[in-house]
């Protein structure tokens, strides 16, 4: 058996499995995106400045910068300045071009399997794939969702070569977002959830849907617009959310998507968030 064959059928790779480490420490995360610093490496350096925060969600495309373009050396920067400073690269996002959809199945593919090579270079294990509004498919129409699920299963086995899940961030109902995984069916494919997204898009659904996508979530965006997520108006009940988070078990990253005014608000608001989510989990176990 050849490492693609061993990493494709080992239950090592199984979505349970990637869980199944000590429920803590947690790992927490943020997107580059939303941190208040230069589009640039320096990420990682103020990433220090906040305990608790072990890793940077990196963008692909963003501003002037593309980390799958490996005629330049940016990715191995972006690298290099990870391990310096101690701060993992959980996933990356940030995949599309502008004017690219999952619809397009060559660009998507090229996309796609771009992503994988980079996220495999810089150590990332969960690559976002956005797929919203007009960009996502409809599950009530076969010709819309049919070519995205063939897409789906040929990059599978390579994202599992890569050690690399693909993480679908959808505009679903749970319910469809859950059929569309049942017929990719496979384990290299699962759900990056959003809850404060699910809960805009479909209102009383945040919740249920953790439980109901359970094993398929590979990992998850936190977020309360600028306000913490302990703030009494959030549109998500956080403390339901991670309890039904902690029991489905979910042991994946933390990752804050958070708005911020400032470096130093950037710095409070993330503390305050590490430790809302921590006191909760612990309250759970």
């Given at each position: 058996?050849?490492?693609?064959?061993?990493?494709?059928?080992?239950?090592?790779?199984?979505?349970?499995?990637?869980?199944?480490?000590?429920p803590?420490?947690l790992?927490?995360?943020?997107?580059?995106?939303?941190?208040?610093?230069?589009?640039?490496?320096?990420?990682?350096?103020?990433?220090?400045?906040?305990?608790?925060?072990?890793?940077?969600?990196?963008?692909?495309?963003?501003?002037?910068?593309?980390?799958g373009?490996?005629?330049?050396?940016?990715?191995?920067?972006?690298k290099?300045?990870?391990?310096?400073?101690?701060?993992?690269?959980?996933?990356?996002?940030?995949?599309?071009?502008?004017?690219?959809?999952?619809?397009?199945?060559?660009?998507?593919?090229?996309?796609?399997?771009?992503?994988?090579?980079?996220?495999?270079?810089?150590?990332?294990?969960?690559?976002?794939?956005?797929?919203?509004?007009a960009?996502?498919?409809?599950?009530t129409?076969?010709?819309?969702?049919?070519?995205?699920?063939?897409?789906?299963?040929?990059?599978?086995?390579?994202?599992?070569?890569?050690?690399?899940?693909l993480?679908?961030?959808?505009?679903?109902?749970?319910?469809?977002?859950?059929?569309?995984?049942?017929?990719?069916?496979?384990?290299?494919?699962?759900?990056?959830?959003?809850?404060?997204?699910?809960?805009?898009?479909?209102?009383?659904?945040?919740?249920?849907?953790?439980?109901?996508?359970?094993?398929?979530?590979?990992?998850?965006?936190?977020?309360?617009?600028?306000?913490?997520?302990?703030?009494?108006?959030?549109?998500?009940?956080?403390?339901?959310?991670?309890?039904?988070?902690?029991?489905?078990?979910?042991?994946?990253?933390?990752?804050?998507?958070?708005?911020?005014?400032?470096?130093?608000?950037?710095?409070?608001?993330?503390?305050?968030?590490?430790?809302?989510?921590?006191?909760?989990?612990?309250?759970?176990?």
């Amino acid at each position: 058996m050849n490492r693609r064959e061993f990493l494709y059928t080992s239950a090592a790779f199984t979505t349970a499995t990637a869980f199944a480490a000590p429920p803590l420490p947690l790992r927490f995360a943020h997107r580059q995106a939303n941190i208040v610093v230069p589009p640039n490496m320096s990420v990682f350096e103020f990433a220090t400045h906040i305990p608790g925060l072990n890793g940077i969600e990196l963008q692909v495309i963003w501003k002037d910068q593309d980390l799958g373009d490996f005629s330049n050396s940016l990715a191995t920067g972006y690298k290099s300045e990870s391990k310096r400073w101690n701060i993992d690269i959980p996933s990356i996002a940030g995949i599309w071009k502008k004017g690219e959809k999952i619809f397009d199945i060559p660009v998507a593919e090229h996309a796609i399997t771009n992503a994988i090579r980079t996220a495999e270079f810089l150590g990332a294990r969960t690559i976002l794939i956005a797929l919203y509004d007009a960009n996502c498919p409809v599950m009530t129409d076969e010709s819309s969702y049919a070519p995205v699920v063939t897409l789906l299963q040929k990059l599978a086995p390579m994202a599992a070569s890569a050690n690399v899940y693909l993480g679908l961030e959808t505009s679903l109902l749970p319910t469809d977002e859950k059929k569309l995984l049942t017929l990719v069916n496979n384990p290299a494919v699962g759900s990056y959830f959003d809850s404060t997204n699910t809960e805009t898009y479909h209102p009383g659904q945040a919740i249920p849907g953790i439980e109901l996508l359970g094993p398929h979530i590979v990992q998850c965006h936190f977020k309360n617009g600028d306000k913490l997520l302990s703030a009494p108006d959030s549109i998500v009940n956080w403390p339901a959310a991670i309890k039904a988070l902690t029991q489905i078990p979910y042991r994946g990253w933390y990752v804050f998507e958070t708005k911020h005014t400032t470096p130093d608000q950037c710095i409070q608001a993330t503390t305050e968030n590490i430790k809302f989510i921590t006191n909760q989990v612990h309250q759970d176990l």
